[in-house]
């Protein structure tokens, strides 16, 4: 079957910026039609952000297409900041979201991280959720961050691991998460942003199949690379703010009435496919497509077809 392409660039109709506590803002838009049918997107992360490019996964003519920062990444603010910024607090952000725009149910899509915030969401508000489409799954296990900030991935780029290994001393590699957490809250402003590039750096070599030396290059800049290596720094070291590590998969049976797309390519070093292997075979209502020529990136070909198709495929859960 001939694969889909994303759906042409596409300005929002409307955006704006939502006050969730005393301390943040989210900025959110909205795109496609109006009066469509509503659909979410997540970012992945945490503290990821926004690209234009996550529109177009939808058809704008059916789908009113809500797209947001979530705290402390992209045009939220502040940007980069950790207090108030737990899984508890996006997850009712979400909710105050979907309030604030007259949305009753909505399908959510989430990418990476934005995997792990849609199911969490989920199992918290099931009655709000049409269905789920889930591209990278990632269930915030030890085991998952340990393999590409501790051991795993290291083995397969052991080159580009170098650099993210050198900027700790020997004697604090036996801890890396624990080690770059030291540095990215410090209060030298160069050795915090030296950290996050680092790190930010790291995950960007990793994330495509075939390694793109522009989606490298963004991961560098400094603004994402303060906002996710913090704020997924923040989110490791306290175990995902979950209250075991294996939260999703035990959880998983209040979303099981969920129609679910699950795509994961094949090769993903940020994320094992296994996870997703593992959630398809608790939810009865899900689909697993591994793709089998890809990594981690929602842009990679045959993951941004699927995606689409899904997105295609589930118009028929609003009839």
Known sequence: MQRKELFPEIQPYNNGMLKVSDLHT??????GNPKGEPILFLHGGPGGGLSDAY???????????????QRGAGKSTPHAELRENTTENLVLDIEKLRKHLNIDKWVVLGGSWGTTLALTYAIHYPKMVL????????????????WIYQEGASEIYPDKWEDYLNLIPECERGNMIEAYYKRLICDNEDERLKAAKAWSVWE????????DEESINKFGESGLALSMARTECHYFINNMFNESDNYILENAYKIKEIPCRIVHGRYDMDCRVS???????????????????????????????ELVKATEDFKKLYK
Do not use: C, Q, W
């Open 26 to 31: 989210l900025y959110y838009e909205e795109v």
């Open 204 to 211: 960007g070599n990793i994330v495509n199949l075939i390694p």
């Open 55 to 69: 529109r177009r996964y939808f058809d704008p003519n059916f789908y009113r297409i809500i797209l947001f920062d």
């Open 275 to 305: 996870a997703a292997f593992k959630l398809h075979k608790l939810l009865p209502k899900s689909k697993l497509e591994i793709i089998k020529d890809a990594g981690h990136s929602g842009m990679e070909p045959g993951t941004l077809s």
């Open 131 to 146: 269905g789920l489409i889930l591209r990278g799954i990632f269930l915030g296990t030890k085991a998952e961050i340990d």
